[in-house]
């Protein structure tokens, strides 16, 4: 694979080729230049001999070199490179993520940016991860140096996308071109990745090829949704960018993730693309739908046999059914086997890419909250159709909990949180291995049991008189307050509001105890917050405890 990068600035801003043929290549690359000028496409080996160096660069607007079937470099005429840079914009963010390690403040800010392009009604797509946890967010045009302010109108953090707005009339006083979204590319089709590298400003075009359309997890919110694989790696600053082809953006660049080593890079497909626009368009907002259960497998003809499935039906068991899912609420039980999904034949279906397959998921991830989803299963030796209305499922443990801050509750130095998979990454980027085992396992296998659940956890031990020897029970989840079970971090605060003076009994993992007095706790707090300089015992959102638990503070200035 040949990477050709491109530069708006000139059709032709230098050739940089190793060996001593340069200069003869040079001399035929302009000999061919007049062609390309008037729309006659090159296909030059001599052309392709002069790139096949690592090191040679070419830099041009229209034509662009790809590779044909046989692999020989060509040279051809589009109008991708030139429609991106009627639309494409670089995106500024300064942004401050909650700080788990310290709740009760900020991390410091950074500055990040990204790349982004117009779409219809004066919108600019981008990334969710380059404008999330934003203070400020800024664009600025292809070829312009002002900065315009930009608002986040609308963000999918599942999906990794985001929509934003920009008000002053000047920066679309001299019209901006808007793309619209093709379809999928078919594999071995070559696409236009567009974006501005971390670093620099000029715009750069890659050419990459589609190696494979696929379920992934994307590294933003760890959801599994549809992406197209691309043989080159671009650079992280062209997140947010279109991918062109024929005109059309048929992706957008997605977050690059750290655990890979080799040179790939997926995009946002455009049906995701256009199903984030529709939800936003349709309830303001976009959710991540699901079925709400895991489903293996069922090759095995034993398994088959057991669940007496006939010899020419197809299907996945159900393993799992989540309690507060969709699946539950329509009736789907463990040990049923999903037959057919909206008359789509299961395990696989076909998918959009012509003799390619993808798991039944991508069907489910392209739907929208509310719309409902015609389900046959095999139960008891019958068929059964069963109607479930897709919704969001909630997490247990989230994996971002995007904001300026967590919720948190100081009491005789034991700070409480409610478990995140952003607090487990204060462990490092290897946190699935390094945090402790336990909370690793509940936030990767554990499914919510009711609306509105936690799990909270005692992530500090502030030293104090009043916890002496409670040092070792950090990272241990809180069970039950004086004998009830704790739902969520409203209802701890509640429970600790309501307790009497005097032992307050905390449960916690592992079957141990820890017990405080309940007075000595709330005076404890003063010099606890003050040593610390804490500005209050309790997130903004834990109103209800303040009375409580600051009765104390308002002559020390808390």
């Known amino acids: ?27 035929s690359v302009r000999a061919n230049l007049g062609d390309l000028l008037f729309g006659r496409a090159v296909c030059s080996n001599h052309i392709a001999r002069c790139t096949s160096s690592p090191t040679a660069h070419i830099f041009h607007t229209a034509p662009r070199l790809c590779h044909g079937p046989s692999g020989r470099s060509v040279v051809v005429l589009e109008d991708d490179v030139a429609l991106s840079l009627e639309t494409i914009v670089k995106v500024f963010t300064v942004a401050a993520r909650a700080n788990y390690a310290l709740p009760w403040q900020a991390k410091p800010q950074v500055e990040r940016m990204g790349t982004g392009f117009v779409i219809s009604g004066q919108r600019i797509l981008t990334n969710a991860h380059v404008v999330a946890d934003h203070s400020f967010v800024f664009v600025k045009r292809h070829g312009c140096t002002t900065k315009f302010p930009a608002q986040v109108e609308s963000i999918g953090h599942e999906c990794d996308l985001a929509v934003l707005r920009v008000h002053s009339e000047h920066f679309w006083e001299t019209g901006l071109a808007s793309l619209t979204f093709g379809d999928v590319p078919e594999l071995h089709e070559n696409v236009a990745v567009v974006g501005y590298p971390d670093g620099r400003e000029d715009v750069c075009v890659v050419d990459a090829t589609v190696s494979q359309v696929t379920m992934v997890h994307y590294a933003h919110a760890a959801a599994q949704l549809m992406a197209i694989e691309l043989d080159a790696n671009v650079d992280p600053g062209n997140s947010g960018g279109p991918a062109l082809l024929r005109g059309q953006v048929v992706g957008v660049v997605l977050q690059t993730r750290c655990d890979v080593d080799y040179a790939t890079t997926h995009l946002v497909p455009a049906p995701v693309v256009q199903r984030f626009l529709a939800e936003i368009h349709r309830r303001g907002h976009y959710a991540l739908c699901s079925l709400g259960l895991t489903c293996q497998p069922m090759e ?23 309690p507060t899912g969709a699946a539950a609420r329509s009736g789907l039980q463990k040990d049923d086997v999903i037959m057919q ?21 991508y069907l489910v991830c392209l739907r929208g909250a509310g719309e409902t989803a015609n389900v046959t299963i095999w139960r008891d030796g019958g068929e059964q159709r069963v109607q479930v209305p897709l919704e969001p499922l909630g997490s247990l443990v989230p994996v971002h909990s995007h904001g300026p801050q967590t919720s948190y509750l100081v009491c005789g130095g034991l700070v409480f949180l409610p478990l995140s998979q952003d607090y487990l990454r204060e462990y490092g980027p290897k946190w699935y291995s390094c945090a402790p085992r336990k909370l690793v396992h509940i936030a990767l296998h554990h499914s919510l049991e009711f609306e509105g659940q936690q799990v909270v956890i005692i992530a500090q031990i502030l030293a104090h008189g009043v916890n002496q020897g409670y040092a070792d029970l950090k990272d241990l989840v809180l069970r039950q307050i004086n004998g009830q079970e704790v739902r969520n971090m409203q209802h701890l605060a509640q429970l600790l509001e309501k307790s009497k003076d005097g032992f307050v009994r905390l449960d916690l993992d592992e079957d141990r105890v820890l017990v405080l007095n309940k007075k000595q ?18 997130s903004d959102d834990l109103v209800c405890t303040r009375k409580a638990l600051d009765s104390h503070e308002g002559s020390t200035g808390h």
């Open 300 to 322: 095995n003809g034993y398994l088959r046999g057991f669940y007496r499935l006939p010899a020419v039906a197809t299907g996945v068991l159900v393993s799992t059914v989540a």
């Open 521 to 538: 706790a709330q005076v404890a707090n003063i010099e606890i917050l003050q040593r610390h300089r804490i500005p209050s015992s309790t």
């Open 341 to 361: 999904l909206d008359g789509a034949p299961l395990p696989m279906r076909h998918r959009p890419v012509p003799r390619e397959r993808l798991p039944f998921d």
């Open 1 to 27: 694979m040949h990477l050709g990068a491109y530069s708006s600035s000139r059709l032709f801003q230098a050739l940089k080729i190793a060996g001593q043929s340069s200069q003869s290549c040079a001399k």
